[in-house]
């Protein structure tokens, strides 16, 4: 890694979208901090990273950002580092089964919202340091499909997948305009980047249960578009991190093919920006409780 660089953390930058915007980054000359679960995926990603780079530019770093205890004590650690020119908030997905964190909310949105939240709040003075510096929060067309209700921790009815993380994804985008506004000040512009479908492993992992019932003759639509590469995913996140032509834009949305896309915006209005503020608040408070 070299002093005079930019630096960059990519979360879930070990597989998937992630790492192919990791190695995007590496090519334009920034070193890059890799967050995830596995030492041996690390590792492995660490190297791709530096054969992009032709340069020794990327960092593995653990943690498993379903915790949000461990989330926390993963921003003071970056935190403590000095200046970040960029926070890729690209961990998330989509799962069948319903699963909890360690601190009992559900895991699409710990992982879609309260992670990546609770780790940019930890990393707002080292951005701000480094400022113009940029945050991108990977959302998902997902949250067309959002049961939008931020009364309780959960929905009521049955658990779906798509359903679930569009609701979280669509929390997190509401956030995203919110900081953006707040950040404004400080320099440092906060995007959401909207990668389109891939086949990603957490893609694979899915099946026709997380659509509700009268979605599922779309199941093979859905299967088609999740066969897409992973690389061609990676256009929307690097661009909102990197285009030169979207300096000083902030609070808006990169759509798959790289370019700003209001399609999600529509969803967010007033009304739920506070609902989710209110909602966070409480899940935070609850989780803090239980840790
Ligand atoms: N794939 C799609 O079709 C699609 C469509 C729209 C939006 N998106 C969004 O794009 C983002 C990336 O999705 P993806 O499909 O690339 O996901 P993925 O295949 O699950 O990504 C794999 C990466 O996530 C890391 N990871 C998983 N759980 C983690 C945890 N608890 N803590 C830390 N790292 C973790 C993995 O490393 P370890 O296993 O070593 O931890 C690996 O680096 C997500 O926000 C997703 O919602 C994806």
Redesign the pocket.
């Known amino acids: 890694m070299s002093e005079h660089a930019p630096r960059a953390v990519v ?9 192919e915007t990791a190695l995007g980054l590496a090519r334009q000359g920034w070193d890059v901090t890799l ?4 030492a041996a ?2 590792e492995a990603a660490v190297s791709r990273v530096d054969g992009a780079a032709g340069r020794r530019a990327g960092r593995f770093v653990r ?4 915790s949000l205890a461990e989330t926390r004590r993963l921003g003071e650690r970056l935190a403590g580092e000095g200046g970040l020119g960029l926070l890729v908030n ?5 799962w069948t089964e319903r699963w909890e964190g360690p601190e009992g909310i559900e895991g699409s949105v710990v ?2 919202h309260l992670s990546p939240y609770v780790l940019t709040e930890a990393l707002l003075d080292p951005l701000a340091a480094a400022a113009p510096s940029r945050v991108v929060n ?1 959302t ?2 997902a949250v067309a499909a959002a049961q939008a209700v931020f009364d309780d921790a959960e929905p009521p009815g049955p658990h779906y997948g798509l359903a679930a ?1 569009g609701r979280a994804k669509l929390a997190h985008l509401a956030h995203t305009v919110e900081l953006a506004a707040r950040l404004r000040p400080r320099g440092v512009s906060v995007l959401a980047a ?5 086949a ?4 694979a992992e899915m099946t026709m249960d997380i659509l509700p019932p009268p979605m599922r003759p779309h199941w093979e639509l859905i299967l088609k578009g ?1 066969s897409a590469p992973v690389a061609s ?1 990676a256009r929307a996140p690097l661009a909102a991190a990197t285009d030169p032509a979207l300096e000083g834009r902030t609070g808006v949305v990169v759509g798959p093919e790289g370019t700003l896309d209001d399609t999600l915006l529509a969803f967010v209005t007033p009304e739920l920006t506070e609902a989710v503020r209110g909602w966070t608040a409480k899940l935070l408070a609850a989780a803090g409780r239980s840790s």
């Open positions: 979360t879930a930058g070990t597989g998937g979208i992630g790492l967050v995830g679960r596995d995926r690390g943690a498993d950002l379903s690209n961990v998330g997905g989509m992982l879609n990977v998902s067309g993380t909207d990668p389109g479908a891939a990603t492993a957490n893609a999740v995913a």
